[in-house]
């Protein structure tokens, strides 16, 4: 599928994992020169550090290079001197396809080897050269510098031959080639990618390669010195898994542009990190405690990435997430995101037999017959208390009563989930847009005294939380007031180191290949990481960056990217992404942004066509926008904008003039769906709000009363639940401002 003939080869080799060759026509030349003793491959004509006149260096030398010729099991080695590994049958090569090797001891061997043999070669070279730099005149330097190189080029003439020389036990190769013109000739500028297809890593052959055009002053990618070699190997060895055997596959990573496919490390975060693991062992490790740490940044920076990073440790002391994520949209019902968390962590741990017993009886013996003050709002908590929920409905109070009593009950609640056996972290992302109800009450539970192995964890853009007015300050006031212990961490972007090993681990390339674009997307994102991500991925769309079958690598255009105009933000970058996609997909995006940052496949069919068409085009354009990462399914028919910034980049593709208009147009087609009082109670919350953003454009009398009376059912819904404090203004307060005068008559 890429216009190459990439039918398996015949030519097993030396190294690890040995792949077949892609047919790469006839060489050029004559491959089939005699074959030279491993010394006088070594050393034969060798200039720099390698001069015939430096007797001692070159005894030095031989010992060294004889000591390559023996493997670790005292086995003679390859033609090479490099100590040769036995491989197993190569792999099934499905074409476009460059499988990536399992962890193996031929791994091992070959990281072993090249630490214990070609890094000290290198590291005699690095010292050589730095010993042989007094202060020389301007054309004695440019001769130094050119021995250098000449230096560099017969390594890699050393580490060429070493690799690709001898047999490998099923089949023997061509005869090493003992120059690097010849190599050159042979494969030109392809040298890596045919070490790639004899089944050498990646960055091992981008290593041989760069040694190989060291004295070639055009090659972007040449090595300059014995110092950077060795930077690079090291690498291999400290971190063979990513610099190795972590192949980026053409199916891999930016071609499938998922946020899984990356990295999963953090970049530049080591110290925030730091922090959040200090109240995380405090709260979650010792016990007994109760925290609160707050995670401010502008949008991109990866606040939620570090948070997620106590997934893991917190599984491991058998204790349980409550996310609750915040949406710019914002709620029909006030405080909703927060019953919507533990609902759903009631019906998590209701799935799990190892915890539910023991969090059953303490949520049995906290609320007693109480529980249905809360399963109005949390109907699930009936699955956690089993065969004793309560089947009646809660004793009806008055406003200030009901709220009290939810407040009460819904304490005993947490308290008991929460324990030194079963700690809970509760993250609440995107504070900037919570409701006023919902700062309060995580402020009340925070607050509480007799709450213990719990930590609250909060994100928020500080740029929008920091603006004078913002209730989230006022609440983060009344949480430190009450003495409870709160961190603050501050996010910021990366500089352009952190960004390039990120950019390095993505590409499983060296550092100091990537560098160059590094600095490239560094200038156009300042290191914002969500920015980053998505400007790599907008560069693959136009091929500026792109995967070469030939070299088995990743490759760029550094002038193009930095000549091109790139917008200002990653909103207008993914809003102008959006453009490029079908006019289904981006209605499809369209009005799962009016219904806010997740959405529900069966909302959105009864929207867009409820025919076999319908369906069809709803079906197919959200595996489109799941493809190209805007979109991530998060359960059988709900789906998820993989980041808030997405989810507005979607909203922006309406304009301003017609956003009351689709609002309006959303609600009226959900009022029209709901033709039960089963479905009508089930959707009523979604049709009233996108009803009242649309409010203003309903001329018809009759309409205007329709559309107050479900408001005033939505404020008597809020009767029987604990959310009729906050709700009741917003509802009643808009059942009168549609009616005229008239109409209340």
Known sequence: GIGLDLAPGTGPVSGFGAMPAPSLGPPAVDLTPPVLDPLEILFDDMGGIFDDDNNDDLAGLEELAQELLVNDDGETAGAGGYPMMRLPEPAPFAPGI?????????????????????????????GAHAEGRPQFT????????SMEQQDLVRLGEFMHTSLTGGASGKAAIASPISTGQQIKRRDGSGVGGRLCDLGLPTSLSVCVSSLLDAAD??????????????????LMVSSPERYLF?????????????????????????LAMAELNGAFDRVVVQGGLREVVLVKGYAGTGKSALVRQLCTP???????????????????????????????????????????????????????????????????????????????????????????????YFRLFVRAIASKKTPVVFYFDNLQWADKGSLELIANLASDPKLSSMLFVGCYRDDIAGQPGHPLNSEMNRIQLSGILTTYISLGNLDVEMLNEFISDTFNLTPRITRP???????????????????????????????????????????????????????????????????????LLKVAACLGSRCNKDTLVKLLGTNPSGLNTVTSSLEIVISEGLISKIGPNHYKFSHDQIAQA????????????????????????????????????????????????????????????????????????????????????????????????
């Open 138 to 145: 301007s054309s004695e330097n440019e001769a130094r510098s």
């Open 246 to 270: 972590g192949h980026a596959s053409v199916n891999e990573r930016l071609l499938a542009p998922t946020t899984d496919r990356l990295p999963d490390r953090l970049y530049g975060r080591s």
């Open 98 to 126: 460059v499988p990536a090797p399992t962890p193996s001891s031929q791994h091992a061997a070959l990281t072993r080897n090249i630490q214990s043999s070609v890094l000290p070669l290198v590291r005699q070279m690095v």
């Open 314 to 408: 917190l599984a491991t002391h058998n204790g349980h997430f409550v996310t609750a994520d915040f949406d710019e949209m914002g709620h029909v019902q006030p405080m909703s995101v927060i019953f919507q968390a533990f609902d759903n962590y009631c019906r998590a741990i209701s799935g799990a037999e190892t915890h539910v017993r023991l969090l059953r009886n303490a949520t049995r013996a906290a609320l007693g017959p109480h529980d249905n003050v809360l399963t109005d709002l949390m109907p699930n908590l009936r699955l956690l208390m089993g065969e004793e929920a309560t089947q009646t409905k809660a004793v009806p109070l008055g406003r200030i009563e009901t709220l009290n009593r939810f407040i009460h």
């Open 650 to 745: 979607a909203y922006t593709l309406i304009t301003v003039e017609k956003q009351e208009a689709l609002h309006l147009s959303i609600g009226r087609k959900m009022r029209k769906n709901a033709t039960t009082a089963d479905a009508l109670r089930s959707d009523i919350d979604v049709i009233v709000d996108q009803l009242c953003r649309g409010s203003s454009l309903i001329t018809d009398e009759n309409e205007r009363i329709e559309v107050a009376r479900l408001c005033l059912i939505v404020g008597k819904k809020a009767l029987s639940t604990s959310q009729i404090y906050y709700i009741k203004k917003k509802f009643y307060k808009k059942n009168v401002e549609i009616l005229t005068y008239k109409n209340l008559n």
């Open 517 to 587: 674009l590094a600095n490239a997307v560094h200038a156009k994102t300042t290191g914002n990481i969500h920015f980053a991500v998505q400007l790599l991925r907008s560069l693959y769309d136009d091929c500026l960056l792109r995967y070469s079958a030939r070299d088995r690598r990743w490759e760029w255009d550094v002038e193009a990217i930095e000549s091109r105009d790139v917008d200002d933000n990653v909103v207008d970058l993914m809003t102008r992404k959006m453009l490029t996609l079908n006019q289904n997909v981006q209605v």
């Open 217 to 234: 002053a055009s090659c972007p990618e040449r090595y300059r010195s014995a110092a950077e070699v060795e930077a690079d190997l090291v």
